[in-house]
């Protein structure tokens, strides 16, 4: 229920991130003016001893947020892929969010495994290990199976998890309804899409059905990929709480002196993983969106593992094409095709000047070119590329955003294994290629088979179909703007005035 209750949550929310340390950064990082840092600290201050300590050995942000358990460690890492919210520096920050709980008991998962998929995990495996990895929605055991002697990993959710979260987002909504109605500047930031959005993002990661299948169809886009695996799903033992894959047998990508030690070459890593997130995106459209050192290891015979798909990002076909032209653009420095292509793609509005943007664009990619080879960033030029298109009134596309963040994280992940990487020529013959296929003459034949082919299936409704258009457009009248219902609330108690206020300052600032 999103009701006065949540208030209590939202206290003892607030006096931890005072208590941590965590409500000065939050502010810094959101350049926030003097009178509301007056206003946070003076209404966190009393209810101080009423939040969690946290670990101190943490930053401060992510102490107070690991303090305040598995939700608020989610809301982090979602805020974290959206720097249009919560600016840029503050995503840096949750970006690193320590993703680790004390982990259930191996009873607990058993239960749920008895629960969930009515087997007993005993007949089912022959060894059932403890907890591996603990997050902050589940955890992996690693056994194996009775019938086949195959070693898998076994995901197992929360006891409870389900009921926590749903606490824990509706005192969110309840928050983002108070900064709504006592905050009308920071209506801006939408405050209750963003809580929408990670309700649709933590809701697909409470049904491990979903995972599973996002698993099996990058398992089956990427089954011909050179150098790359992705672990099978073991269908019959997974369910809405149960995930069951192929175990990944390897090195951690981010552990060096193994890889060393392995005789793996890093070079020929850090230029496939780059490559093979690029290929994904480019060539699929469905990407792995959280591709970490901590999410892939390396196979003893060289092969790049992924695992952990809760996070996956999709990209329609026609904005792939704009995608990589955008890149192929800026590859040969030709500013005016990067911003006519802006304009076509209507990201920015058709009564600006394309030359003008294009010298925007050009005072984007000139400083980066001329940077050495080992600094060049492909995700530092998104970032500039999204502050100069957001200048010339682009809105903001949630999964750019998503490519942008995990753009950043793969390079990230290339540079700690060959810091001297060229970013641009390992990603140019991905891109070169990409655009043989999808703008050259090829991808004109393919569009007419398509557009043809679309045709031929709705062929003998056509002429209704255009019919009933024609006349809708015709009959259409434009309806009066509809008044807006405003939610009006009276505080009888200055406690629970105080409380409101102190909830509406944590969620702005976030």
Same mark, same amino acid.
């Given at each position: 229920?999103?009701?006065?209750?949540?208030?209590?949550?939202?206290?003892?929310?607030?006096?931890?991130?005072?208590?941590?340390?965590?409500?000065?950064?939050?502010?810094?990082?959101?350049?926030?003016?003097?009178?509301?840092? !007056?206003?946070?600290?003076?209404?966190?201050?009393?209810?101080?001893?009423?939040?969690?300590?946290?670990?101190?050995?943490?930053?401060?942000?992510?102490?107070?947020?690991?303090?305040?358990?598995?939700?608020?460690?989610? &809301?982090?890492?979602?805020?974290?892929?959206?720097?249009?919210? !919560?600016?840029?520096?503050?995503?840096?920050?949750?970006?690193?969010?320590?993703?680790?709980?004390?982990?259930?008991?191996?009873?607990?998962?058993?239960?749920?495994?008895?629960?969930?998929?009515?087997?007993?995990?005993?007949?089912?495996?022959?060894?059932?290990?403890?907890?591996?990895?603990?997050?902050?929605?589940?955890?992996?055991?690693?056994?194996?199976?009775?019938?086949?002697?195959?070693? !898998?990993?076994?995901?197992?959710?929360?006891?409870?998890?389900?009921?926590?979260?749903?606490?824990?987002?509706?005192?969110?909504?309840?928050?983002?309804?108070?900064?709504?109605?006592?905050?009308? =500047?920071?209506?801006?930031?939408?405050?209750?899409?963003?809580?929408?959005?990670?309700?649709?993002?933590?809701?697909?990661?409470?049904?491990?059905?979903?995972?599973?299948?996002?698993?099996?169809? &990058? =398992?089956?886009?990427?089954?011909?990929?050179?150098? &790359?695996?992705?672990?099978?799903?073991?269908?019959?033992?997974?369910?809405?709480?149960?995930?069951?894959?192929?175990?990944?047998?390897?090195?951690?990508?981010?552990?060096?002196?193994?890889?060393?030690?392995?005789?793996?070459?890093?070079?020929?890593?850090?230029?496939?993983?780059?490559?093979?997130?690029?290929?994904?995106?480019?060539?699929?459209?469905?990407?792995?969106?959280?591709?970490?050192?901590?999410?892939?290891?390396?196979?003893?015979?060289?092969?790049?593992?992924?695992?952990?798909?809760?996070?996956?990002?999709?990209?329609?076909?026609?904005?792939?094409?704009?995608?990589?032209?955008?890149?192929?653009?800026?590859?040969?420095?030709?500013?005016?095709?990067?911003?006519?292509?802006? &304009?076509?793609?209507?990201?920015?509005? =058709?009564?600006?000047?394309?030359?003008?943007?294009?010298?925007?664009?050009?005072?984007?990619?000139?400083?980066?070119?001329?940077?050495?080879?080992?600094?060049?960033?492909?995700?530092?030029?998104?970032?500039?590329?999204?502050? !100069?298109?957001?200048?010339?009134?682009?809105?903001?596309?949630?999964?750019?955003?998503?490519?942008?963040?995990?753009?950043?994280?793969?390079?990230?992940?290339?540079?700690?294994?060959?810091?001297?990487?060229?970013?641009?020529?390992?990603?140019?013959?991905?891109?070169?290629?990409?655009?043989?296929?999808?703008?050259?003459?090829?991808?004109?034949?393919?569009?007419?088979?398509?557009?043809?082919?679309?045709?031929?299936?709705?062929?003998?409704?056509?002429?209704?179909?255009?019919?009933?258009?024609?006349?809708?457009?015709?009959?259409?009248?434009?309806?009066?703007?509809?008044?807006?219902?405003?939610?009006?609330?009276?505080?009888?108690?200055?406690?629970?005035?105080?409380?409101?206020?102190?909830?509406?300052?944590?969620?702005?600032?976030?």
């Amino acid at each position: 229920m999103r009701g006065p209750h949540n208030i209590w949550r939202l206290i003892r929310t607030g006096a931890t991130f005072e208590r941590t340390g965590a409500m000065r950064a939050v502010l810094d990082a959101m350049e926030a003016p003097r009178p509301l840092r !007056v206003a946070a600290h003076v209404l966190g201050w009393p209810f101080t001893w009423l939040g969690y300590a946290g670990d101190p050995a943490m930053p401060p942000i992510t102490r107070a947020i690991t303090a305040l358990g598995p939700a608020y460690i989610k &809301f982090g890492q979602v805020l974290s892929t959206r720097p249009d919210v !919560v600016g840029q520096d503050l995503a840096d920050q949750l970006r690193v969010l320590q993703d680790r709980l004390p982990p259930f008991s191996v009873e607990e998962a058993k239960a749920t495994i008895r629960e969930e998929l009515g087997v007993e995990p005993d007949a089912v495996f022959d060894e059932f290990g403890p907890p591996v990895a603990a997050a902050s929605i589940a955890q992996v055991h690693r056994a194996r199976l009775s019938t086949t002697g195959e070693w !898998v990993a076994v995901k197992v959710l929360r006891p409870g998890i389900e009921r926590a979260f749903r606490r824990d987002i509706d005192a969110f909504y309840f928050a983002a309804r108070l900064v709504e109605l006592l905050s009308p =500047a920071s209506r801006r930031l939408r405050p209750m899409d963003v809580i929408g959005h990670f309700e649709g993002v933590v809701l697909g990661e409470l049904d491990l059905r979903l995972e599973s299948a996002s698993a099996s169809e &990058f =398992a089956a886009n990427t089954k011909e990929d050179p150098g &790359f695996r992705v672990p099978r799903i073991v269908w019959p033992y997974s369910g809405r709480r149960v995930m069951t894959l192929g175990w990944a047998e390897g090195v951690a990508l981010g552990d060096n002196a193994a890889l060393d030690a392995a005789g793996h070459d890093r070079r020929a890593l850090s230029e496939r993983v780059l490559q093979l997130f690029l290929r994904h995106a480019l060539r699929d459209g469905f990407f792995h969106g959280d591709m970490h050192q901590g999410n892939l290891k390396v196979a003893p015979n060289g092969d790049i593992i992924a695992y952990d798909f809760g996070i996956m990002g999709y990209i329609d076909p026609y904005t792939r094409r704009v995608y990589a032209e955008i890149l192929y653009g800026f590859i040969r420095r030709d500013y005016l095709r990067v911003a006519e292509v802006h &304009f076509e793609a209507g990201y920015v509005p =058709a009564d600006r000047d394309v030359h003008q943007f294009a010298r925007a664009l050009r005072s984007v990619g000139e400083p980066i070119f001329g940077m050495d080879a080992t600094r060049i960033s492909m995700g530092r030029l998104l970032a500039y590329l999204f502050e !100069v298109t957001e200048k010339f009134g682009m809105e903001t596309r949630t999964e750019l955003i998503l490519l942008q963040r995990t753009m950043v994280v793969v390079e990230g992940v290339s540079r700690s294994l060959n810091p001297h990487m060229n970013i641009w020529e390992v990603a140019r013959p991905v891109v070169e290629d990409y655009i043989k296929e999808s703008i050259g003459p090829r991808a004109v034949v393919n569009d007419l088979v398509e557009a043809a082919r679309v045709l031929s299936r709705f062929g003998p409704r056509l002429p209704a179909l255009i019919e009933n258009a024609l006349i809708r457009q015709a009959d259409a009248r434009e309806e009066p703007p509809k008044p807006s219902k405003v939610w009006h609330a009276i505080w009888g108690a200055a406690g629970v005035a105080g409380g409101a206020g102190l909830a509406l300052l944590f969620v702005a600032s976030l």
